[in-house]
Structure formats: structure tokens, C-alpha cells
């Protein structure tokens, strides 16, 4: 018996589509979201000074630190440091904020490399954020797969919208699934709160109306029997789609699926879409 989908199935199915997108802008375009950011500085055991970010910063065995000039504070968990600070080893893809005046300076871990990442709100590339275009959802793209478990989660190296940069992820397990009646799989890596997983994938839209390096796709913990659900209605863009100054991981080579997922977030216009 076919399921048949009413006008307000499709309603609620747009609104909360709707609420996602939504999610996503107020996100990324936040005082200091990733449009904030206005620098990516990788540090040494040298002293460096930024034009963006108060006092000296380096980094060596004992982890990050800055030597904050006469006048200069920030606010690291809440409580303000003048002089030399250090904000200790970070683990990788961990960091700090540390608020100066209206701005945030993240302070963090990517690819083995400590790195300065000042964010301020009236960044000319957040101030002229004006949304990014996205196919419309529609139903078709909307799967059910199945995931399976490794025995082991598997190290996995994949590389970065930095060239030269590396990120390894355990990934637990692979999603298997249908689309466009042929069989597909993707390498799942840990993804938001317990159980859950995230995909990196690309698609034969990317570099064409997608953006070519990656998109991402959450997905919910799978059911007892396996049973996970695909939307790609809400694949979406990574920083890396909008600014070089990201760190962003690619795929695996084997999340380049050989369809066209004409769904989810596409070219930002930062990057010439439309």
C-alpha cells in the first residue's frame, strides 16, 4: 500500500525544513559566528603580535599563551587577565574564548597546530551576510538507511580546506542506503550528543551548484535495528563554503557519491552562487 503524502504533510514537512535553515543562518551569521572572524593566525614558540587580537601569543610544550601589553585584558572564562597568560595544552578540536571588548578570540586545537582566531562582529563579512540559496525541500530526498557498526571504530585521516592540514576521526560505523535506485554507502564519523553521527560527503553537484569541497549531513542516533534517516534536504554547508580562513575537514574518498543530491544548502553567494 502507497503512503500518501496530504498538502499538510508537505506544509509541516516545508515549515520545519523552515526552522532548520533558519537554525542554520542565525548560526553561522551570529556577533561571533564564523562570518565574524577576520583572521587565522598559526602560532610557534615565537611571539606573535596580530592586528586583530590583543598582545603577544605563541605556543610551545607547555600549550598556548599570550603576554598582554599595559591596558590590555581579556576575559577567559569569565574571570580578567592582564599580563601573561596561558591557556594550557588544548586538546584537538578543543579551544577557549577569550572575550576582548565586543569581540571573541578563539583560542584553538585544529590538525596538531595551535591557532588565534579573532571574532568580531562588524566583520565586512558577516555585516554583508545576505543568506545562502538552498534547493527547495522536497520529500523524494528524504531516505531511510541502515547503519552498521565497525568492530572497531576505524582511524580515519581526511584532509582540509587548509592545504597541508590533516584531521583524523574515529569513525564508528557506515550508512548504507538507496537513492535514485542505486545502492550507496557513507563512512560515518562521530556527529551532536550521544549516538549521533555526522557525514561528510560530495556529489556530482559539487563544484556546479553545490560547493565543491564538502557538505555535511547530521544525522539522529540510529534505531535499535539499525535504521537511520537521511534528509538530504539538509545538507549543509561547512565554514570552508564561505571563508578561507577555516579549517574545515574534507571527505573520504569514499563519501563521493556518484549522483547528483540536488538538495540541501548550495553555492553561498560569498563564493559566486546565487
Known amino acids: 500500500m502507497t503512503t500518501q503524502i496530504t498538502t499538510a504533510d ?17 548560526r553561522l551569521a551570529a556577533p561571533h559566528g564564523f562570518l565574524a572572524i577576520t583572521g587565522l593566525h598559526w602560532l610557534d614558540d615565537r611571539p606573535q603580535r596580530f592586528p586583530d587580537a590583543p ?23 569569565g574571570v580578567p587577565v592582564r599580563g601573561e597568560h596561558r591557556f594550557g595544552v588544548l586538546p584537538e578540536r578543543g579551544g577557549v574564548d577569550a572575550i576582548w571588548g565586543d569581540a571573541v578570540i578563539e583560542v584553538a586545537r585544529r590538525g596538531g597546530h595551535d591557532i588565534v582566531r579573532p571574532r568580531h562582529p562588524d566583520a565586512p563579512l558577516r555585516t554583508a551576510f545576505a543568506g545562502t540559496p538552498a534547493y527547495a525541500p522536497d520529500p523524494r530526498w528524504v531516505v531511510t538507511g541502515r547503519y552498521t557498526a565497525f568492530d572497531v571504530p576505524r582511524p580515519t585521516s581526511v584532509g582540509a580546506a587548509v592545504e597541508g592540514l590533516e584531521h583524523v576521526y574515529d569513525a564508528p560505523g557506515r550508512v548504507e542506503f538507496e ?8 563512512t560515518a564519523f562521530p556527529g551532536r550528543g550521544p549516538g549521533g553521527l555526522m557525514v561528510l560527503f560530495t556529489d556530482a553537484t559539487s563544484g556546479v551548484t553545490t560547493y565543491a569541497a564538502n557538505r555535511a549531513l547530521v544525522l539522529a542516533p540510529p534505531a535499535a535495528d539499525g535504521t537511520v534517516v537521511l534528509d538530504f534536504n539538509r545538507a549543509a554547508n561547512l565554514p570552508c563554503a564561505y571563508t578561507d580562513l577555516a579549517t574545515c575537514p574534507l571527505p573520504p574518498a569514499e563519501n563521493r557519491l556518484p549522483v547528483a543530491v540536488e538538495a540541501g544548502q548550495r553555492i553561498p553567494r560569498e563564493r559566486g552562487g546565487s
Open 10 to 26: 508537505l506544509d509541516t514537512f516545508a515549515r520545519d525544513w523552515q526552522d532548520w535553515y533558519r537554525t542554520q543562518e542565525e
Open 179 to 186: 537513492l535514485d535506485g542505486r545502492a550507496l554507502a557513507l
Open 55 to 77: 598582545g603577544a601569543w605563541w605556543s610551545d610544550a607547555d600549550g598556548v599563551a599570550v603576554d598582554l601589553d599595559d591596558g590590555e585584558e581579556l576575559v577567559v572564562a
